[in-house]
């Protein structure tokens, strides 16, 4: 679980870093580039550790497969919450698909 709360963690600073300047689009680009890599930098205190304390009970597929669902749970909820933008059906449908392929990953074959 432990694993799973840090990726949680550095998915959420990773969101911000990537999404959070398209709300301050008048601000230079050299600004955003630079507080983005600075937020990027607390992601890594979190995703490194969650990597490396994870590996051996999760493969690095499996590690893969939780970041990337982690992500779309947060990032489902950001650009509602911070953007203000509504989530369409579509997306939706569209995380539902890649299920399956998480189910894929870690079922025991």
Known sequence: MT???LLTISNIFMT?????H???KNSPLRKVI??????????YCFQVPANRWGHGR??????KTI????TLIV????PVLYLKEEFK???????????????FIFKKW
């Open 34 to 43: 630079l507080i983005s890599w600075l937020i990027a930098f607390f992601e």
């Open 22 to 24: 398209l709300k301050y």
């Open 67 to 70: 970041q990337e669902v982690i």
């Open 3 to 5: 694993t799973v709360l």
């Open 58 to 63: 999760f493969s690095a597929a499996q590690l």
């Open 75 to 78: 990032f489902s909820v950001f």
């Open 89 to 103: 059906w579509n997306y939706l449908v569209g995380f539902i698909f890649i299920i399956p392929a998480a189910v």
């Open 16 to 20: 911000i870093a990537w999404y959070g």
